[in-house]
């Protein structure tokens, strides 16, 4: 089947040639263009010289296999693959069409990894048997799971073996699937007990759930460490108040006893009561003014102790402080603005000294730009590539401090904003989720668009889809509005 790829402002298209004509007015047609299916991929038939076009939408939309051209297959890859293959053969029987004329095929399913959802081609007038397609599939994804993830392994060969059998059966993919996911959701414990034979009742809890009460759990921790820490749990002012509150109890039993016996007057027991309540009172207004003559040491002191636990949980944050205290103590008088350009000036003349110094250019020493000064308007990016050290080629913002360096380290690097499926992550809105991916190959470095709304561009030239751009030193490289510099 013949294939291209078009872009336009703000779309990617694959482009299918049907190998027959299409007959426009069948039902599997005017489904298909008129109704948007959630499991296929947007489309449009357009004519041309007495044929048909198949124009699929693929804008931020990346093929299975460029996804995983270099990425291991995962438990959650394999549940997103297949139970995407489930939703699209449901979506078809609901809307009446031929699963006949899905393309089951790794460079025609594709994949939106921020919705992490599954989208297929339908092609109208293409009739393959789609047992056999999807046997080639799940012999496409044997290679390339992670066979250091269980689940992955039990769950790819299950719906592999499955998919083998005469009497393959849509239904065989789902038991696959829920008995992978069964499994999964219990305990190590659990499933340990289930398989010696042992029953239990379990509760099953979400993600979140757990997520939930192991925060919990360490908040109450922490807040029990704290009170370890800070709060004495025995106060010593309660023990005190205690055993006046006894010895006045006992005194009182005493002189009552006595009384009652003979051995002393009578007297009348509210007396009694009144004199050992000042009694009371003034033990306790003694106690009171010692304890507030010894006061002021005690508080030191345990001040002292809680700076000290402090300084040692902190000790990062306190060596910080105390290193920009050490660069602007000899500026006591001057505000915060005044600190601050007095510390970008002292930045810049560390750079020049670094790159003045022999030490850094043995064989040469680099013309410093006179941009390099503090204040300065920074203009377009000086390259310094007269007697540079060797490293990793990289990609440099053109405006100095905007981006961050892409350093290109790795055989494959992969561009873009969602940063649980890229290398290096550019943090703006016009930038795709996965933007654009640079290989490595024999010390070359090629750039590839990853299908990106904006496009990406080299020296001013959009890049066509699936186009391969050998990147030469110094080339100017933009990810829609984030601007970069090669170099090798």
């Keep these: 089947m013949r294939t291209e790829y078009k872009r336009d402002m703000n779309h990617n298209y694959l482009i299918l040639y049907g190998e027959e004509e299409i007959n426009t007015d069948s039902y599997q047609v005017r489904m298909l263009v008129g109704n948007v ?4 991929l947007k489309c449009r038939i357009q004519g041309m010289d007495g044929r048909f076009l198949v124009y699929f939408d693929i804008t931020s939309k990346q093929a299975l296999n460029v996804l995983y051209e270099e990425k291991k297959m995962e438990i959650e890859d394999l549940r ?6 489930v939703k699209a053969m449901e ?3 609901e809307y009446l069409m031929n699963p006949g ?3 089951i095929a790794p460079e025609y399913i594709y994949t939106d990894i921020e919705k992490q959802q599954i989208y297929f081609c339908m092609m109208p007038g293409y009739e393959k048997d789609i047992r056999e397609q999807f046997q080639r599939l799940t012999e496409y994804i044997l290679p390339k799971i992670d066979h250091q993830d269980g689940e992955a392994v039990i769950l790819g060969y299950g719906v592999y073996k499955r998919a083998m059998e005469d009497s393959f059966h849509l239904e065989h993919i789902k ?3 829920y008995k992978v996911q069964g499994t999964s959701t219990l305990p190590k414990e659990e ?11 379990f509760q099953e809890f979400s993600t979140k759930e757990r997520l939930q009460e192991e925060r919990l759990q360490e908040a109450g921790t922490v807040q029990e460490e704290f009170i370890r820490e800070d709060e004495p749990t025995e106060k010593p002012g309660m023990i005190k108040k205690g055993v006046i509150i006894i010895l006045a109890a006992l005194l009182l039993c005493g002189i009552t006893a006595v009384t009652l016996m003979g051995y002393l007057p009578y007297i009348e027991t509210g007396v009694v009561m009144g004199g050992i309540l000042v009694l009371a009172a003034c033990t306790m207004l003694v106690v009171r003014i010692v304890r507030r003559g010894k006061k002021p040491d005690t508080l030191q002191q345990r001040s002292a102790e809680k700076k000290g636990r402090i300084s040692i949980r902190n000790s990062a944050n306190v060596k910080k402080e105390e290193a920009d205290w050490k660069i602007f103590e000899q500026y006591p008088n001057l505000t915060e603005t005044e600190k601050e350009e007095k510390w970008e000036k002292r930045f810049y003349e560390t750079m020049k000294e670094e790159l003045e110094s022999p030490n850094r250019y043995p064989d040469s020493k680099p013309e410093i730009s ?4 503090p204040h300065a308007d920074y203009g377009e990016t000086v390259v310094l590539s007269a007697g540079a050290v060797s490293g990793p080629a990289s990609l440099v913002s053109k405006e ?3 981006l961050a360096t892409i350093y290109l380290n790795e055989d494959m690097t992969v561009i873009g904003k969602l940063e649980t499926a890229c290398d290096a992550v550019i943090s703006l809105p016009t930038v795709s989720r996965i933007h654009a991916k640079i290989r490595k190959r024999e010390e070359e470095y090629y750039l590839t668009d990853m299908n990106s709304r904006n496009g990406t561009a080299v020296n001013g030239r959009l890049l066509l889809p699936d186009e391969e751009y050998q990147l030469q030193p110094e080339d100017e490289v933009d990810f829609a509005q984030a601007r970069y510099i090669f170099l090798a």
């Design 37 to 40: 299916i959630p499991s296929l």
């Design 91 to 93: 979506d078809a029987a």
């Design 370 to 373: 006179k941009t390099l000064q």
């Design 175 to 177: 038991e696959e699937l």
């Design 101 to 103: 004329q899905f393309i």
């Design 191 to 201: 499933n340990t007990e289930a398989r010696t034979g042992q029953k239990h009742d």
């Design 80 to 85: 997103l693959i297949f139970g995407g293959f």
């Design 400 to 402: 100095p401090g905007e």
